[in-house]
């Protein structure tokens, strides 16, 4: 059975630091893109950042050169590395992945990340 588990959400000043984790089993990340998204209350979900299966990372322009997602294949775990944090960075983040050629994705529970003084 397929469950993504996130972690790593919190309560952070404007400028501090936060990571997240997600954490699966019952797939193999490393035939997968990974992405992580996020969703305020009241808004759509939105793609933050994505790891394709080469390793190739993309950003919504919101957070470039603020957040890096990465990966541990061996560890089936996928991270967001958030620096610089704004108040509008805050929302529920969310993991996902898909395996290409596959229509069916996978989605974690949510983490909130609440960026305030």
């Known amino acids: 059975q397929v469950q993504l588990v996130e972690s790593g959400g919190g309560l952070v000043q404007p400028g501090g630091s936060l990571r997240l984790s997600c954490a699966a089993s019952?797939?193999?990340?490393?035939?997968?893109?990974l992405g992580w998204y996020r969703q305020a209350p009241g808004k759509q979900r939105e793609l933050v950042a994505t790891?394709?299966?080469?390793?190739?990372?993309a950003y919504v322009d919101s957070v470039k050169g603020r957040f890096t997602i990465s990966r541990e294949n061996a560890k089936n775990t996928v991270y967001l590395q958030m620096n610089s944090l704004k108040p509008e960075d805050t929302a529920v983040y969310y993991c996902?992945?898909?395996?290409?050629?596959?229509?069916?994705?996978?989605w974690g529970q949510g983490t909130q990340v609440t960026v305030s003084t």
């Open positions: 996902n992945a898909r395996r290409p050629g596959y229509s069916a994705s996978f």
């Open positions: 790891i394709a299966v080469s390793g190739s990372t």
């Open positions: 019952g797939i193999m990340f490393s035939l997968n893109t």
